[in-house]
C-alpha cells in the first residue's frame, strides 16, 4: 500500500495572536506523517506546532530550507513529524515567538503503506508578486511520495485557483478565503517528478513553499568494523564506504589533537596522568588515513553505515571511567524505529601504563544491555555495564547515532555505543 492520504485540520485567524489552535482534531496513528502549513503577517518570529495540550506532543520539524519570508509583510513555513506517536484525538497548535495576525494553521496527516516510513526528501520556496505564484524546481528521488505547498498572499481579495504540483491538479486544497489569501495543497506521486508547485491569486506579493516526503524501507544503521592503533594516524578498517560514520577515541599522556574534518564529541577526559578525547567524521570520498592526532598514544575507530551524514548524533555520552566494571549511561533513541546503539572504549593498562586498544562488539537482542544494538524500535532506551578487563582506565563513548530513515538528517535512527 503506497503512502495515503487520511485527514486534515486548519485553523485560521485575522486577529493578532500567539497561538492558534486547529478548529477539529485528528485521529492519527503510530508512524503516520503529519505535515503542518504555517503563514502570519508581520516580521518573521518563530514557530512551533504541537498537541494544543496533553501528550503525546508531537511536535514538529521546521527547517530553515522550509520557510519563506518577505521581510516585515507575509511569511510561510512547512513542517512535518515524520513517524508520529499514535493519539485518537490530536488537536494541534502553532505557538508564534510573538503575537502575530493574519495567520493560518493547515495539518494534513499521511500514512505510510506497510513496512515503510516516510521521510523528508526535497523542497523549494519562492517570492514574488503578481497572479502566478511558483516555487522552484521540486524533484523528487521517490516513487511513493507526496508533495505539500503552501502560499500566502498580502491581499485580502477573492481566493486561490489551479493549485497544482508539477502541472496537474492538486489531489487536496484548503483555500483560506475570507483573509489575506493563503492556500495548501497537496499531490500524492507514484513516480519521481521534476516540476514546481504553482497556484493563481488574485494580483498581490507572495510567498509560497513546497515540500516533497517520500515512503522508504527503513535501512536500519549497520556494523562495518573496527580498527585501532598506537600511532598519531587513524586509519579505517577493512570494507569502509563514502558516507560511513566513523566514532574515534584517542588517549594519550596529554589532550590529543583532533584534526580537521572531525567533530569532537564532548569534552576532554582525564584519569591517571592520561587523557581522552572522543570525534567523529562521516567518510569521504579520497579519504585513506587521518593523521595529526597529535598527543594521541592509542586509538579505537568503530564505522558504520546507513547514518545521516548531516546531524549523525541525536545524543551521546564520553566518560572516563576507572576499573573493570563500566556503567553505561541510559541514552533514548529517535521516535523513528530503526537506530542503533553501540559503545567503544579506549582502555589502559595499570601495570606498565601502556595504552592497550580493544574492540567489544555485539550484535544482540532485545533482552541485551549493552553491545551494538542494531534496529531499534522508536524511543528504545539503552544502558548496561561493560566489563573493561584487563584494563583498569578506560574512556568509553556511549552515544545515539541517527539512521538514514531521518531523510536529509533527520527521521529513523540507530543506537550506537561508544568507541573503544
Given at each position: ?42 516580521n518573521d518570529t518563530t514557530v512551533g506546532v504541537a498537541k494544543n495540550s ?194 574515534v577515541t584517542a588517549v594519550g599522556p596529554a589532550v590529543p589533537t583532533i ?143 541517527r539512521s538514514t530513515n531521518t531523510g536529509g538528517g533527520g527521521g529513523g ?8
Open positions: 500500500m503506497a503512502l495515503a492520504y487520511v485527514s486534515e485540520a486548519q485553523g485560521s485567524t485575522d486577529s493578532s495572536v500567539t497561538t492558534l489552535d486547529c478548529t477539529s482534531s485528528l485521529n492519527v496513528a503510530d508512524g503516520d506523517l503529519l505535515v503542518a502549513v504555517v503563514t502570519w503577517e508581520g496533553g501528550s503525546p506532543a508531537n511536535a514538529f520539524t521546521f527547517n530553515v530550507a522550509d520557510k519563506i519570508a518577505q521581510t516585515g509583510n507575509i511569511n510561510l513555513a512547512i513542517g512535518y513529524v515524520l513517524a508520529a506517536a499514535a493519539d485518537s484525538s490530536a488537536t494541534f497548535r502553532v505557538t508564534f515567538g510573538a503575537a502575530r495576525g493574519y495567520c493560518s494553521l493547515w495539518v494534513a496527516q499521511y500514512r505510510p503503506g506497510t513496512g515503510t516510513i516516510a521521510v523528508r526528501d526535497t523542497g523549494s520556496t519562492g517570492s514574488g508578486s503578481g497572479t502566478s505564484a511558483a516555487t522552484g524546481t521540486i524533484a523528487t528521488t521517490g516513487t511513493d511520495a507526496v508533495v505539500v505547498a503552501g502560499v500566502k498572499t498580502d491581499t485580502g481579495a477573492s481566493s486561490v485557483s489551479n493549485a497544482r504540483i508539477n502541472s496537474v491538479a492538486a489531489d487536496h486544497t484548503w483555500d483560506g478565503t475570507g483573509l489575506a489569501v493563503e492556500a495548501a495543497w497537496d499531490r500524492i506521486l507514484s513516480a519521481a517528478m521534476s516540476g514546481t508547485a504553482s497556484v493563481t491569486i488574485p494580483s498581490a506579493n507572495w510567498v509560497i513553499c513546497g515540500v516533497a516526503f517520500k515512503a522508504i524501507t527503513p535501512a536500519d544503521v549497520s556494523f562495518v568494523g573496527t580498527s585501532s592503533g598506537l600511532t598519531t594516524t587513524v586509519s579505517a578498517p577493512a570494507g569502509i564506504q563514502t558516507g560511513d560514520l566513523m566514532l584534526p580537521g574534518g572531525w567533530t569532537q564529541i564532548g569534552t576532554s577526559k582525564s584519569g591517571g596522568g592520561w587523557y581522552g578525547i572522543a570525534a567523529y567524521r562521516i567518510r569521504r570520498s579520497g579519504d585513506s588515513t587521518y593523521s595529526g592526532w597529535t598527543n594521541a598514544a592509542g586509538w579505537t575507530l568503530g564505522a558504520y553505515r546507513n547514518v545521516t551524514t548531516g546531524d549523525p548524533l541525536v545524543a551521546s555520552d564520553f566518560s572516563f571511567y576507572s576499573g573493570t566494571s563500566i556503567p553505561l549511561p541510559s541514552l533514548t533513541a529517535s521516535p523513528i524505529a530503526g537506530d542503533g546503539a553501540v559503545y567503544n572504549i579506549t582502555g589502559l593498562g595499570s601495570s606498565t601504563y601502556t595504552v592497550t586498544t580493544y574492540a567489544e562488539e555485539l550484535d544482540t537482542g532485545a533482552s541485551q544491555t549493552v553491545g551494538d544494538r542494531l534496529g531499534l524500535t522508536a524511543n528504545q532506551s539503552t544502558s548496561g555495564t561493560v566489563t573493561a578487563s584487563p584494563t583498569d582506565s578506560s574512556w568509553v563513548l556511549h552515544v545515539i547515532a535512527r540507530k543506537w550506537l555505543l561508544g568507541a573503544h
